[in-house]
């Protein structure tokens, strides 16, 4: 009998998921039963992905750098990931500014709902925490993010997930050394991190095997947390223009897809959708990356020379569906609250939201935090920021699984388009499994 492929595995796991998430919600003990006896499923989940994020970015991005053999090919690499990673953001922003300047979304809101919305959330501890995270983010000078990308201590860098640029950044160094030193005398590590790297693309295989029950857990765990649907369909506008502009990004991706890389845009889609749900269910570009530098290194076909460099630095800066929201939720709030924003005024905001793309970690709810940062450069009043967060807190995880999905889905769009500019897209790649030698040690 054929196997059923990975994608509907999981997609079954997330449909069952929503299922007893909302039927858990109808009764009284339900939410406390998810919480204590199925939500630790879907943390651990996350923890053996995030667990693995450090050594495959290390192990794949020395084997990466190690074998180009020639430094110029990894400048020519990083410029045209750069300047697409730079061009898609500057897209995904207009598109977001053209969308909600054309539908209006925060225009026809009621002061009623404005009220409710309000006195529900402006004294919310997630408001409140992402309110004291932004301002930590924002006394920050212009290029502290360049000097934050420098580490100080390797191994504090690579002991910490949120470092991850710093690793990145102590991994490239090593690896161009490597090179430097010769062929010869690099052997010995480079042997180790190769079989390393086969290591821990193995740990990614057995992961994925616990999949489709995690995103059961994980999502039955956001529908029980999550507001009352009356308040969901007071934004259900704003929600439409920001779900729009996503679907718009993914016929973006799919034409820069066809057009640049040659590859039909629905294979391409299909064999990324395990890394597409995944986001969907974690909301973390982060804890995705694995599965997402798995699906493109094995499924798409993408060298690990342009895939181990591309991606994680794509997960770290590269967040198109974030960098739309931002605009759009910018200038909804500002519909909303009757503040004036003109168009010149808006342009700030495409600066401000690149910028906020690159400095908004991968973790779940992090856009909401930069979002403070867009409202600032146009000169919104800091004592509205938490009136200007709460109207749009209430729908903010279910569009932060979708942005996400966004955010994974154009890394690897330009990783296939860099691949492909640089003759390292392969014809047919070759996927490993799980079980590949297992009748060896069984
Ligand atoms: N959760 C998003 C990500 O990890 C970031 C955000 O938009 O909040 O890509």
């Not at 897209?91 to 300047?101: D, E, F, R, S």
């Not at 493109?296 to 993408?302: D, K, L, N, T």
């Not at 856009?367 to 000169?379: A, D, F, N, Q, T």
């Amino acid at each position: 009998m054929k196997k059923m492929a990975l994608h509907w595995k999981i997609m079954i796991g997330m449909v069952l998921g929503l299922l007893f998430g909302f039927g858990m919600s109808s009764v009284a003990w339900g939410e406390d039963f998810v919480m204590d006896w199925i939500a630790p499923f879907g943390n651990i989940f996350i923890k053996l992905l995030k667990l693995i994020a450090v050594p495959l970015i290390v192990a794949s991005l020395i084997k990466g750098v190690s074998d180009l053999k020639d430094i110029s090919k990894f400048k020519s690499i990083g410029l045209r990931t750069m300047g697409i990673y730079l061009f898609t953001t500057t897209v995904a922003v207009i598109l977001g500014l053209v969308l909600v300047n054309v539908i209006q979304p925060g225009e026809g809101i009621s002061e009623e709902t404005i009220t409710q919305l309000t006195s529900k959330y402006q004294n919310d501890s997630g408001v409140v925490a992402k309110l004291e995270e932004a301002s930590r983010q924002k006394v920050a000078g212009p290029l502290k993010f360049v000097e934050d990308m420098v580490p100080d201590n390797a191994i504090a860098a690579i002991g910490n997930n949120r470092m991850m640029l710093q690793v990145i950044f102590f991994t490239i160094f090593m690896a161009i050394s490597m090179l430097l030193i010769g062929e010869k005398s690099a052997k010995p590590l480079k042997k180790f991190f190769d079989s390393l790297n086969d290591v821990v693309l193995k740990m990614v295989d057995l992961i994925m095997l616990v999949a489709p029950y995690a995103v059961f857990a994980l999502l039955a765990t956001v529908v029980v947390s999550s507001s009352n649907p009356e308040i969901l369909l007071a934004l259900v506008k704003y929600a439409g223009v920001v779900l729009l502009g996503l679907a718009l990004l993914i016929v973006f991706y799919c034409i820069l897809v066809s057009v640049f890389a040659k590859k039909n845009p629905f294979w391409f889609l299909k064999q990324l959708s395990p890394a597409q749900l995944l986001a969907f269910s974690t909301s973390s570009s982060a804890a995705t990356l694995p599965v997402t530098m798995e699906r493109v290194e094995e499924h798409i076909g993408v060298d690990k020379e342009v895939s181990s460099f591309v991606l994680p630095v794509g997960a770290t800066v590269n967040m198109d569906g974030t960098s739309l929201y931002q605009g759009i939720a910018a200038v909804f709030i500002a519909q909303a609250l009757s503040f004036d924003l003109p168009l010149v005024e808006q342009l700030t905001i495409v600066f401000t939201a690149i910028l906020a793309s690159i400095g908004t970690a991968a973790v779940p709810g992090a856009g909401m935090v930069m979002l403070v940062i867009v409202l600032e450069s146009v000169g919104f009043p800091a004592d509205k920021y938490a009136v200007g967060l709460a109207l749009i807190f209430a729908v903010d995880r279910p569009l932060d699984m979708f942005r996400t999905v966004i955010n994974v889905t154009g890394d690897a769009a330009v990783a296939t388009i860099v691949a492909k500019s640089v003759g390292k897209l392969h014809d047919k790649p070759k996927a490993k499994n799980w079980d590949d030698n297992y009748d060896e040690v069984k």
